[in-house]
């Protein structure tokens, strides 16, 4: 079984608007199997695919995969339960979950980043 790591100690995420598998795997700490098996288990995973099939991921793919993460390596999810935990959080959301928290971490930065760059 997977070592389980926090979510905090994943790297933040750049701001680009599509992720190939490569660095979504780097980025979530997931082998690209895990992700394409992912891809079948999670309807919320849909990933875009262009020219030779190939996948890009978008931030909220990304931030998607990294709570699947959670679910399964940290909290002990099974798929099914993770599954079911994702469809009830999608139906009812919770205040400050842990997407949230990632999403408005990740705004924070990028905006401190563009005022430091402003600032020059």
Avoid at 8 to 29: D, H, M, Q, W
Avoid at 53 to 73: A, G, K, P, T
Wanted: aromatic letters at 8%.
């Amino acid at each position: 079984m997977l070592e389980p790591t926090n979510n905090n100690e994943l790297p933040p995420i750049p701001g680009k608007r599509y992720f190939t598998i490569g660095e979504v795997s780097e980025l979530c700490a997931v082998k690209p199997h895990v992700l394409r098996y992912w891809e079948q288990e999670f309807p919320q995973l849909k990933p875009v695919k262009r020219r030779g099939n190939r996948r890009y991921y978008q931030r909220q793919d990304v931030i998607m995969i990294r709570e699947i993460r959670s679910l399964l390596y940290e909290q002990g999810y099974t798929i099914g339960g993770a599954r079911l935990q994702l469809t009830d959080s999608n139906n009812q959301p919770k205040k400050g979950s842990k997407t949230d928290k990632e999403t408005l971490r990740q705004m924070r930065m990028e905006l401190e980043e563009i005022a430091s760059i402003l600032s020059r």
